[in-house]
């Protein structure tokens, strides 16, 4: 079965400064998918990024970036100059290359003026 | 685009009662998903489909029943209501091709007393 993991019930970081959210997984597969969706106090689920498991460079998008260790099964969120709206629960979600989709249990990142 | 639209966004059931819940997509999306989150959870698969006419069983499926007669519409149905299915409910689509991402409906919170 596969799993995701995330250590971090809740994370707090100062505005514009840089925070990291840890996210482990498990799978025998070879070929897969990870993200990190974000959650805002709306209930919407945002997509914030996604790395595709053959693709060695890690994924960045504006001022998300991720550290993705293959061989560790470790996939990491790296948020820069934090901002208020970044304050949300955060999910690491692994796709194999089927079609289900599977969730880590979330980290609630605080921002702090 | 109205994307992925969810029925009811609130409900409360009394135990043994059915109900409904109701989703549809309007971008062609071939993947379609339920999922269910409970308080400091991350999402539980509870059915998915890859197409019209064909279903199959996510990680919690027990007390739930779904069906796929056309690419648009997805609903789950609650058969004889219980308290443990008392969540917040997701029904997703998914995109595919090489960004592919999850399309989020808004969520129903869902009470079973």
């Known amino acids: 079965a596969q799993t995701v993991t995330q250590s971090q019930p809740e994370m707090s970081v100062q505005e514009a400064e840089t925070v990291t959210l840890s996210c482990t997984y498990d799978?025998?597969?070879?070929?897969?998918?990870l993200f990190w969706y974000k959650q805002p106090p709306s209930r919407q689920m945002i997509l914030v990024i996604r790395?595709?498991?053959?693709?060695?460079q890690n994924a960045t998008e504006n001022r998300f970036s991720v550290n993705f260790q293959k061989a560790a099964k470790s996939f990491s969120l790296k948020i820069s100059d934090s901002q208020l709206g970044d304050a949300a629960m955060y999910f690491c979600?692994?796709?194999?290359?089927?079609?289900?989709?599977?969730f880590g249990t979330g980290t609630s990142l605080t921002v702090i003026p | 685009n109205a994307g992925v639209t969810q029925t009811p966004k609130f409900r409360i059931l009394k135990i043994g009662q059915s109900m409904t819940l109701q989703c549809t997509q309007d971008?062609?999306?071939?993947?379609m998903y339920w999922y269910r989150q409970d308080p400091g959870m991350g999402l539980k698969l509870i059915y998915y489909s890859v197409g019209a006419g064909i279903t199959d069983k996510g990680e919690v499926p027990n007390g739930y029943n779904v069906s796929r007669s056309t690419t648009e519409d997805f609903p789950l149905r609650l058969e004889l209501a219980a308290p443990s299915q008392t969540s917040v409910y997701f029904c997703?689509?998914?995109?595919?091709?090489?960004?592919?991402?999850?399309?989020f409906g808004s969520g129903t919170q869902l009470s079973v007393l």
């Open positions: 971008m062609n999306h071939n993947y």
């Open positions: 790395q595709e498991a053959y693709k060695q």
């Open positions: 979600a692994y796709r194999r290359a089927g079609n289900q989709f599977y």
């Open positions: 997703a689509s998914r995109s595919g091709g090489p960004n592919e991402k999850l399309f």
């Open positions: 799978t025998s597969e070879s070929d897969y998918y």
